[in-house]
Each structure stands twice: as C-alpha cells, then as structure tokens.
C-alpha cells in the first residue's frame, strides 16, 4: 500500500490488476463537489431538482461518473468544452456516464452514453 504521493516516470509494469476505489455520493444536495481523491470512480445518485456539481480536479486527474437517478437535471457550468458535442442528457430509466479530466486549467467531459 502507497501512503504517500509517488510519481512514476520511465516504463511502469504492475504484475496483477489495478483496482480503483469506487466512491459513491450518497448525500450529495444540489451543488455536489466531485473530487478524484475520493475515487477515480464516482456513482451519484441525483435525488435532487437541478444540480449543479463543483469540480476540484487538478491538471492531469480524471474521472468516471454514473449519475443514477429520476429525471431531475444536472447543470454542467463548470465544465468548459465537451468533446462529444453536447452535454449528457438523461432518461428517467437509465445511468448517465460521463468522463471528466482536466488539461492545464480547462476541464473536458465526454458524455460516453446511457446504460440501464
């Protein structure tokens, strides 16, 4: 287990799985801040009207968020281009995935599509 931060540089082998930590928003309310430390993984289950998420992720983080949930909305104000084209759109039935990653001071998201 790493305790501390490292940096690896040069050609890297790992000789099993890696396995990132799945961080569930349990109460997130309406303005949710998403952050990697939590979890490079994120579930958000959106139980609220219009939410409007805050981002901390820093140059060279990402992220993979399912968003649950009814029909209620998110507002994406804080990501600054969407390379897909357009914003997520959600259906009552299905889980919306997203990936996020920030690049020097803007933050890029790709609406990777609906499961159910």
Avoid at 27 to 41: C, V
Avoid at 78 to 89: F, K
Avoid at 96 to 114: N, P
């Amino acid at each position: 287990a790493v305790t501390t931060t490292s940096t690896l540089t040069g050609a890297v082998s790992f000789g099993g799985e890696i396995i990132e930590t799945v961080y569930s928003l349990t109460t997130p309310g309406l303005t949710p801040a998403i952050d990697p430390a939590n979890g490079t993984i994120q579930v958000w289950d959106l139980s609220a009207g219009a939410s409007t998420p805050t981002f901390n992720i820093d140059s060279g983080e990402s992220i993979k968020l399912s968003i649950l949930g009814d029909a209620n909305t998110v507002v994406w104000t804080n990501v600054d281009e969407w390379i897909s084209g357009a914003e997520p759109t959600r259906h009552p039935t299905q889980t919306a995935h997203v990936e996020l990653w920030k690049e020097d001071t803007t933050l890029y998201g790709s609406f990777i599509g609906v499961s159910s």
